[in-house]
């Protein structure tokens, strides 16, 4: 039988309240859950711990350095989240700063541990940031609407010293239906009428009026009439149609366009109102034999 031996029990101070469990992966400290945000930050680690908070804190170092306008803060014993944002003045207070910093501090914002990085101002930097790029990306759509207008006035520059056209014609319109023929009756107003038409794209002046009264004078609106008792008849020239015209002034001053046929309304109206054109000036001049 082995000799008994005295056995040593050592007690373990009432203080010490976490465990520190150290593995291959690293440091776990667990400490107790201190309530309400006044609560203090949790009492310092061991030296294990310490240095995984150290190397942790290293790692993000260069995170908080790129963010050149937000604050980093380490936080000491005693502090609480509440104390940090009134110290420096975070809009929102500690929710806000929880806000910022909730992924680093974990689910509990009442738990912070002292070395703990905290960034004060990362929300206002975002929006900066978020500022910046829309300010960039609008300057860059500009950039970009200026530079295809001046390569546009380039080509256009180069195809007109070249002679050819600038920019692909607009198709031509569709060219609009022919006008409907005007349409005379057959009868006085309409005779004269038609006549109007012709003495107009010719140029021999006259008017509805001067016409009409000179037929009703001479003819009294039968276009078929004839003079055979006057000296034009005589001499085998008689006068004829509704402005009573011999055959060799017909021919002389026949319009064309119209017909060869003295007795034709048109063509003898027209005819005779060429006939007064020159030698009175216009058809509206001549009151009597002519």
């Known amino acids: 039988m082995p000799e008994n031996g005295?056995?040593?029990?050592?007690?373990?101070?009432?203080?010490?309240?976490?465990?520190?469990?150290?593995?291959?992966?690293?440091?776990?400290?667990?400490?107790?859950?201190?309530?309400?945000?006044?609560?203090?930050?949790?009492?310092?680690?061991?030296?294990a711990v310490e240095k995984a908070v150290t190397s942790t804190a290293a790692?993000?170092?260069?995170?908080?350095?790129?963010?050149?306008?937000?604050?980093?803060?380490?936080?000491?014993?005693?502090?609480?989240?509440?104390?940090?944002?009134?110290?420096?003045?975070?809009?929102?207070?500690?929710?806000?700063?929880?806000?910022?910093?909730?992924?680093?501090?974990?689910?509990?914002?009442?738990?912070?541990?002292?070395?703990?990085?905290?960034?004060?101002?990362?929300?206002?930097?975002?929006?900066?940031?978020?500022?910046e790029s829309k300010a960039s990306a609008t300057s860059d759509r500009a950039e970009k609407g200026a530079d295809r207008a001046d390569r546009s006035e380039r080509t256009n520059t180069a195809l007109a010293a070249e002679g050819a056209p600038a920019a692909e014609a607009a198709p031509a319109a569709e060219a609009a239906p022919a006008a409907e023929p005007v349409s005379y009756t057959n009868d006085l107003d309409g005779w004269i009428k038609e006549s109007l038409a012709v003495m107009a794209e010719h140029g021999i002046p006259g008017t509805y009026e001067g016409i009409h009264r000179n037929i009703i004078r001479e003819s009294a609106g039968d276009p078929r009439a004839i003079n055979n008792w006057d000296i034009?008849?005589?001499n085998g020239v008689p006068s004829k149609g509704l402005l009573q015209v011999i055959d060799p002034t017909f021919?002389?001053?026949h319009v064309p366009g119209t017909s060869m046929d003295s007795y034709d309304p048109v063509a003898n109206i027209t005819a005779a109102c060429n006939y007064a054109a020159d030698k009175y000036g216009s058809i509206d001049n001549v009151f009597g034999a002519y």
């Open 59 to 131: 790692s993000g170092k260069g995170i908080a350095a790129q963010k050149s306008e937000s604050t980093s803060y380490s936080v000491i014993l005693g502090d609480t989240l509440a104390k940090i944002a009134r110290e420096h003045s975070v809009n929102g207070g500690w929710k806000a700063l929880y806000e910022d910093n909730q992924k680093a501090v974990g689910g509990n914002p009442d738990l912070i541990h002292p070395g703990l990085k905290l960034t004060i101002g990362a929300k206002a930097d975002s929006k900066s940031e978020k500022a």
């Open 232 to 234: 034009n008849a005589i």
């Open 251 to 253: 021919q002389a001053y």
């Open 6 to 47: 005295k056995h040593l029990r050592f007690r373990t101070s009432s203080l010490t309240r976490g465990i520190i469990a150290v593995t291959t992966g690293g440091a776990a400290l667990a400490l107790p859950v201190i309530g309400a945000t006044g609560a203090f930050a949790a009492p310092a680690p061991s030296a």
